[in-house]
């Protein structure tokens, strides 16, 4: 029997002791509930995984809520979505997913969550450093990057009191990133299909006034793929996508003065070294955003400076290798975005209501050198009432096809989406 399928039988006794203590006690089991609907259209002039589909429909449903359960003081949170679309000719594709589905429940100072869980980490804008617990689907057709996140079986434990806290955070399955792959010639992904982990993550969070910062520490798996070469045979090549481990130190604050919010969030990453060619794996590195955001009341304006530093990095490590060799090596580097020693850069993000409001413009942007390599995206929101909305926007990818952005080019893309919430 496989682990999901216990995990959902497990939840059988449980659901049978709740009404078993409701019954016993003649009184309702369940308390209050709070449920939000989401139905989405969408029209999507490209795809994100690297092809040249284009001209796809896309209909979802997202529902997201809680249920309390008075007779044991605490609750259910959950996450899901449905989702159809027409990226096959010949049929429409479904799938379901629970991004979140955990018990939660409060013992004194104590908040304890147990299950499938979204724990994104860091306060800077868009550029997360210390985000290692919360994987993303990356080739997902959604305007927003927090639509991605996929959810994760985990237990957290945060202890609040008196402006700081402690985070306990520990998972035994691991699920990584879901990132559009080019197709390499004569080669077949194999993907590692060992789930069974044990991470874990501290964190210490501090509150003051005008001021918050934290520190973090995680030890676990990278959710971000290796890539190493495997067996070779007459019909081609088997590439490895697997998940080594790391340990990351990070940091982050944000300090508010006045309209001016100034954030910033660093991480010194340490993968384990297995034995394997440098090539194959991510190497050491820090990677730091810092930069103000100023909100004029309709208007906000934030900008970031990047700062990345990989270590043991040699520009000469690959030009002894075979053709296919170094194809892998490249993908590597540039899936990782390890492909220079230093690299810096600025991201930026410019977002204005207008018309009482009901409407959003925003153009972000990120830009990466001293090799020019980057992001812009537009969007436009607007809110026809309470219930009904429509957004539009465009991404554009550029630079050299062996940078990380610049990889990305064939997922620049525009789309259109009507979305009623209730």
Known sequence: MTWGRRRWLAMVPLAGALIGVGGARGEAVLGRSDISVSLRGDGWSGDRRLDDLGDIGVASV??????????????????????????????????????????????????????RQITPWGRADGINPTDNLAPRDFTLLVPEDG?????????????DRGGQSWTLWWSPLLVAHEVPLPTLPMATYVRDENRHVSDWAVKWDQAAEGIDFSVSYFSGHELWPDVSLGALSMTGARVNLDHGRTRVLGFDFSLTRGAIVWRGEAAWSQPYSEGRPDFQRKRPQVLAVAGP??????????????????????SNST????????????????????????????????????????????????????????????????????????????????????????????????????????
């Open 62 to 115: 997202w529902v997201k809520g809680t249920q309390a359960v008075d007779v044991l003081g605490g609750g259910v949170a959950f996450d899901a979505r449905l989702t159809g679309d027409t990226a096959r000719r010949d049929k429409v594709q479904s799938k379901a997913r629970v991004r979140e589905l955990y018990w939660r429940q409060r013992v004194g100072d104590v908040m304890l969550k147990v299950g």
């Open 147 to 159: 639509d991605m996140h996929l959810g994760r079986e985990a237990v957290q434990a945060v202890w």
């Open 293 to 314: 955001e100023w909100n004029g009341g309709s208007t906000t304006l934030g900008v970031q400076l990047i700062l990345q530093r990989v270590f043991n990095f040699s």
């Open 319 to 422: 030009s002894s290798l075979s053709p296919i060799e170094q194809g892998v090596a490249t993908l590597q580097s540039v899936l990782n975005n390890q492909t220079q020693a230093f690299q810096y850069g600025v991201s930026a993000r410019l977002s204005r209501r207008w018309l009482s409001d009901n409407l959003l413009t925003e153009v972000s942007l990120a830009t990466l050198g001293p090799v020019q390599h980057g992001v812009i995206r537009t969007k436009v929101d607007y809110a026809l009432d309470d219930r009904w909305h429509v957004q539009m926007g465009v991404e554009r990818y550029w630079g050299p096809d062996d940078t990380f952005f610049g990889s990305l080019k064939k997922n620049s893309l525009a789309y259109i989406q009507w979305r009623c919430s209730f």
